[in-house]
């Protein structure tokens, strides 16, 4: 009976008894499980994107609906202050948690409708940039020579101009318009994924495992899409979360500039900018967005230093 | 005899000397007479003419009663005829007026500020302070924080709600300035679907002005019910306005046949006037109503002289825009935009106002010219090249030392009469920069306050009102049947530039706006906007 033994025990898994080392992204998820910042990241996130997605069923009112002549309303409406009735505000007055802006539309429907044209471009942006800029960066990096050459001179060009003025001049080209903004800054966005993705491809097209995928006759794309991405992807996801905290801002200040989102649509920074000569006077209308703004890129941030913390092999503390 | 011999130079000398100088004083005065072939070109004037060194002629081709209070304003002052020539009448002439009021330009920092000082020479009182200084700033908050900090003497038209900031301010002192304006919606009739009239009509009956000047102007607004202030001659409460009714525009919409619904395009200038005191806002507002009735807009912002040249070349299908008086008549207001001589701005022109207008303006009598005002105001109602909307209260705000504060309803502050006694000048902060300072060719009131502080006309409108007083022109009389003009010029005025002012320069101020084949007829832009809008057609206008 001793032949069978062997074979069962030939068939056991030899590291039954040690801790099994799971794949990189489980324990990456441990790592960010374990990191306080990218939890509190992740939940403002999660969150904001619950608001996003439940605006229309959460807000009080229309965002774009003046609230001059509708009913229970009265006085002096535009730039009215925030009346809460838990707070003391009269029972009898209309509540709106965060005022009137100049137009007496209710602020805090047009924060929760703004939640999701912020949550919008940010993601759709930076989507489109790792997409568009890691592919070129792979190109680039695999390629080398000549093809290396054309694409990371024209990336260097496009890093030449400061971002937030090469948005503007693509947006004057394109005309305004919230999508338009999104698009330009996706473009601007596009070399540091570029740069990115083809520094990752140079140090792992070198390995050993390539080189044996090579010799074996490995079509180009199954290597380079294959086995080069999934290991360049880490930094490409933690710069991706962190720029999306930048393109948020950088749509609220093209909209502050009048070329992002059009009236009259709900946008942090189209509501900052109209409302940015009454600071003193009215500065419900100034807070309440710069406060949605700053949390917004606040997660982003949080969950992108999280991420890049949790992802990188070298700080692992186990 | 060596005496003789050491005099005789001399004597030479001054002899030759009286010998170059004599012909200059010998030379006369040469009168410059232009006169117009026929009156056939369509233009109200037929001669120009110096008669002597001190006396202009005006022969019109058809009676204007109002042209005392044409020349008194802006765009027909004064500069000298070798200034305009020197600088080929444009050019140099825009940053550098020369004139002969009580201040001279001095400097301007383009984008800072323009700094004016006293005229020594002036003919009359001379200004309080040896210097002015024009800053602006576009945001009223930031005007008022200005004031309130002591770096500037006045600024114009405060925030609507800081009325009251104001007013309980014992450093301040507010002067409201009555509405003698009116911001309106214009309305392109040549841009589809606004070549129908009843989409027009459905516009005019689906605004809600009431709403606007309840919630987004400053106390002293009214809402319009016509283009003409109700204060000034023109008015004609016989004519009642369409009365706000969205059922009825939403009904007129459908009976236009119009695929409904309508996406078109509301442009306006991101600028603060008295007659439009929160532009963005009432965009805003304007917009959502709209929507109510089937017509979804646009907003499209546009630079402020970019928008008024847009406007002006019909290239607009919506616009919000307005109107401060220069002079109080109906002329002013109504032909200006609805006269023959009017901008494209609201599209082709109609023969139904054009009649009646310059029909009205050739009277002198007001009971005569009444009913075609009647009949004006009916068509302007009735086809709708716009909807007025409101007149707009302003008002300027001064620190409370200052001696001699005034507004003018037709928002040319004078500031030589003010007097700041803490320092030795008279800081002002208006809306913007002035866009050019040869005046003839800018409509802009931001850029016509500058130039009249700088030049004169030959009559002028009284300080803080808007009777005529005499300027240039000490005296005037005018033939029984209006169509011969003569003004008697004020002996010793002087021009910035030390040269004396005589006929000749009158002539040439006019000359160079009225003949558009003149060399000098150039300008800023070379649109002369005013003096076509006033005197109907140029002189040899190109034809079209």
Redesign the interface.
Known sequence: MAAPDAVTKLKADPFKNHPRSASLWIDALKNVRRNRSAVLGLTIIGLLILIALLAPYIAPYDP???M??QPGHTG????KPPCIHLLGCSVEEPEHLMGLD???RDVFSRILFGAWNSLRVGITSVAFAIIVGSSLGLVAGYASGLVDNLIMRVMDVLLAFPSLLLAIAIVTVLGPGLENALLAIAIVTIPAYARLARASVLSIKEFDYITAERTLGAPHGRILFGHILPNALTPLIVQGTLSIGTAVLDAAALSFL?LGA???TPEWGAMLS?A??????SPHLVFYPGLAIMITVLGFNLLGDGLRDALDPTLNRF | MSKLLRVLPLMLLVVLALGLAMPAFGQGFEPMSVSADSCDYGGAFQTIEAVDELTVRFVLCFPDPALPSKVAFSSLHIQPAEHLEATGGGGDLVRNPIGTGPYRLENWDLGNEMVFSRFDGYWGEPAKEPTLIFRWNS????RLVELQAGTVDGIDNP?P??FDVIANDPNLQLLEREGLNIFYLGINNTVEPFDNVLVRQAVSYGIDKQ?IVD??YPPGSSVADQFMPTAIFGYTPEVEQFPYDPERARELLEQSGVALPIETTLSYRDVVRGYLP?P??V???L??QLAEIGINV??D?QESGTFLDNADGGNLSLHLLGWGADYPDATNFLDYHFGAGSSAQFGDKFEEITGPLSAGARLAAPEDRYPFYIEANTAIRDLVPMVPIAHGGSGVAFKASIAGAHASPLSNEQFAVMEDPDDDNVIWMQNAEPIGLYCPDETDGESLRACEQITEGLLAYEVAGTAVVPALAESYEASDDLMTWTFHLRPGVSFHDGSSLDANDVVMSFLVQWDAASPLHVGRDGNFTYFQAYFTQFLNAPSE
């Not at chain 1, 002096?76 to 730039?79: D, G, K, N, S």
């Not at chain 2, 945001?139 to 930031?142: D, I, K, R, V």
């Open positions: 774009i609906q003046s001059i002549g002096q409406l535009p730039r100049l137009n007496a009048g059009q009236p009259p109209e940015r000569n009454y600071v003193f006077t | 945001e009223a908050a930031a925030g709600g800081d709403r919630n987004f929160q963005g806002v965009a805003q507002d917009q959502a646009t907003i912002v």
